[in-house]
């Protein structure tokens, strides 16, 4: 099974998002195999946009990113990568898809609640960024629907 990293960025927390966006991801099938809330600090917020540095929204980025907590998971399926990002929405809001986290909750292209891996390495180094090994875990999900009572 494919994983990818989730970040639920200042907006998504401060406007109560965590449930709703773990929710409709939970309802992709999607299990969460790692979550934690995190308060990132220049250093490590600089190390996980890295791949922006030098660009010209990289310093207000990195000023947003500490205004307030994040909330990070590790979201595991088939295909995780490119159905979180269409769950997710085009980055600027009023592009995304109806429907989409983003074009629901989203502001602006910085104030867009919610970061999805882009690739398989994007997502490999993403997640050890914010997690270790002992930190990501595997389960079988249970079908409660249809299980037996016991």
Known sequence: MERTLILIKPDG???GLIGEIIKRLEG???????????????RKAKEFYQPHQGKPFFPGLIDFMLTA?????????KDVIRRARELIGERIPQK???GSIRRNFGSDGRRNIVHGSDSLSSA??????????????SYEKEDWLNSEPG
Not at 28 to 42: R, Y
């Open 96 to 98: 995304a898809e109806v």
């Open 124 to 137: 490999k180094r993403e997640i050890e960024c914010f997690f270790t090994s002992n930190e990501v875990f």
């Open 69 to 77: 907590p994040c909330v990070v998971m590790v979201a595991e399926g």
């Open 28 to 42: 992709e099938q999607f299990k969460i195999v790692g979550l934690k809330m995190i308060g990132l600090d220049e």
């Open 13 to 15: 927390v401060c406007k």
